[in-house]
Nanobody, 125 residues
Framework: HVQLVESGGGSVQVGGSLRISCTVS????????MAWNRQAPGKERVGVAA???????SYADSVKGRFTISKDNAKNTLTLQMDSLKPEDTAMYYC????????????????????WGQGTQVTVS
C-alpha cells in the first residue's frame, strides 16, 4: 500500500523561503517518477516540479530558478526547496508518485499520477 505524507507547509513573507517534504512508504521508491503539484482555490491542480526514476528533474516555467526538487533514497523522502516566494505561489501542495520513467521535459500532468499525499498548505503574503 503506497503512502505519501507531506510536511513543512506554512506561512511566509514575500521573498522568503520554505521547504516542504514528502515521506514515502510502501513501494520501490527508486523506480517511480515523483512530483510536486499545487492547487490554488478555484484553479486546477498543476505540476510544479518532478524528479523522474532516472534522477532527471523538470520544472514549470513559473518556478524555474526559484524551486529545487530533490529526493533522498536512503530516507525515502522527496523535498521541494522554495526560494524567492511570491503571492502567486500560495496553494495547497501535493506530493505525487507513479511508476516511471515519464521522460518528459516538463512535469507530468496531474492525471499521470495514481498516488497522492494529503497536501500541505503554503501561504505567501
Amino acid at each position: 500500500h503506497v503512502q505519501l505524507v507531506e510536511s513543512g507547509g506554512g506561512s511566509v513573507q514575500v521573498g522568503g523561503s520554505l521547504r516542504i517534504s514528502c515521506t514515502v512508504s510502501g513501494y520501490m521508491y527508486r523506480n517511480y517518477c515523483m512530483a510536486w503539484n499545487r492547487q490554488a482555490p478555484g484553479k486546477e491542480r498543476v505540476g510544479v516540479a518532478a524528479i523522474d526514476s532516472d534522477g532527471s528533474t523538470s520544472y514549470a516555467d513559473s518556478v524555474k530558478g526559484r524551486f529545487t526538487i530533490s529526493k533522498d533514497n536512503a530516507k525515502n523522502t522527496l523535498t521541494l526547496q522554495m526560494d524567492s516566494l511570491k503571492p502567486e505561489d500560495t496553494a495547497m501542495y501535493y506530493c505525487a508518485a507513479d511508476p516511471g520513467p515519464y521522460g518528459g521535459s516538463t512535469p507530468p500532468p496531474a492525471d499521470y499520477f495514481g498516488h497522492w499525499g494529503q497536501g500541505t498548505q503554503v501561504t505567501v503574503s
